[in-house]
């Protein structure tokens, strides 16, 4: 039977074991309880801190969340003989997303290792993807959610290195996907849409596009990284206990998610009205320029080290509503799913079902409006893009007043 111990911010948080019926159990350590105190929820929203055994779905749902999915996925199974995310975890869980770490003994998890990459290294393993082929004496040993191909490395000041033994990775690389169903300019677009809005001041990871040796590709700073320390977070699916098959909300499942959001992590933030707004901008965001990928793994929260929570900064969004025919919201606005049909009438319906004033929600749907029309005016646009950042500008005056 595996037995893993499952560390946060290098603090014993439990024990993870998976049982004969392929399911995950979770004990979690007199340490935490007395530390955080029953009740509380410094892992995951979904997974309330108690001196129960915790088995079932909202835990093995937790767990998915934080592996690959997809081809990578596959590959990872295939290589380790893994059949449930304990398994993988096992192999690949001291590097995961957040703050989460996992071991196979109960030795606090150390700094780890970073061997130095040459430029040839780095360029293969960008090429090579959505394979992941790294050099012979490079373990595999970290791990992050999504179906996009990528890599987990960390910026040095002499290169690129490849983190071993729970070493902290410090970007994201994304190259442009080689495969049929993918929008075209996807990664040049999701660069130009993260400048945007960090120039509208809205929290935002920072991007860059770099070419490995022909190949280009979004490099991505991680913002669960920053400072050299590791930020907890977790994805929608996560703190609502949704397997990530199930990503995209549709009406007929009679679910409310932002709202379920909503009232969730409010109370637990810092500042509940703030969520709410932050929420709100996240969201009025990505509808006004068109992201048709803002699904429930394409939102995160933050968690800090006294269980209070906060809207993760924006990453993976891009304007793929005029890349191709993706116009799912990927979460009802107001029981609307279909970009083309939301507006801003939408938007302050679904805040006002958060429990936000109409006028309220009315000024936090202007500001993103109009900072966005500014920000695209003061943000520079490749030439290959200038068609698609016309048809944006266009579709976010749509919004203002």
Known sequence: MTRLQLWLRGEHLGEVEQLRSGRARLRFSGDALRRWGGGSRPLS?????????????????????????????AQLDRRYGAR?????????????????????????????????????????????????????????????????????????????????????STHIIKPQPNDLTSPPLLITAEDW??????AADLP??????????GRQAIVVERYDRAGGERTHQEDFTQALSVPSVSKYESTLSGTARLKSIAQLAAPQSHYPSRFAAGLLEAVAFN??????????????L?????ALVDMAPLYDTAPVMFLGRFTHAGHAVAGQVDLRYITRQHLIDEAVSWGMKPA???????????????????????????????????RVGGFGS
């Open 287 to 300: 509808t006004m320029i068109g992201n048709g990928d803002a699904h429930s793994k394409n939102y995160s």
């Open 45 to 73: 929203l979904s997974l309330p801190l108690t001196s129960q055994r915790v088995e079932g779905s909202r835990l093995d749902t937790f767990l998915d969340g934080l592996l690959p999915e997809g081809a990578l996925r």
């Open 360 to 394: 309220e929600a009315d000024t936090v749907v202007e500001g993103v409006a109009q900072r966005v029309l500014d920000s695209i005016e003061a943000t520079s646009v490749p030439t290959e893009l200038a068609t698609i950042v016309e048809k944006v500008r266009h």
């Open 193 to 198: 849409a993260m400048r945007v809005a960090a």
């Open 204 to 213: 935002v990871a920072r991007t860059e596009l770099v070419d490995f040796d």
């Open 84 to 168: 449930t995310p304990v398994d993988l975890l096992r192999h690949i869980g001291r590097e995961c997303a957040g703050a989460v770490q996992f071991t196979v003994d109960d030795t606090v998890p150390g700094a780890g290792r970073l061997r130095p990459l040459s430029e040839d290294e780095t360029a293969s393993l960008v090429r090579d993807l959505p394979t992941l082929t790294p050099p012979d004496d490079l373990p595999l040993g970290a791990s992050l959610g999504g179906v996009q191909a990528k890599l987990l490395l960390a910026r040095t000041a002499s290169g690129w290195a490849w983190p071993t033994d729970g070493a902290m």
């Open 302 to 306: 933050t968690i800090d080290s006294a």
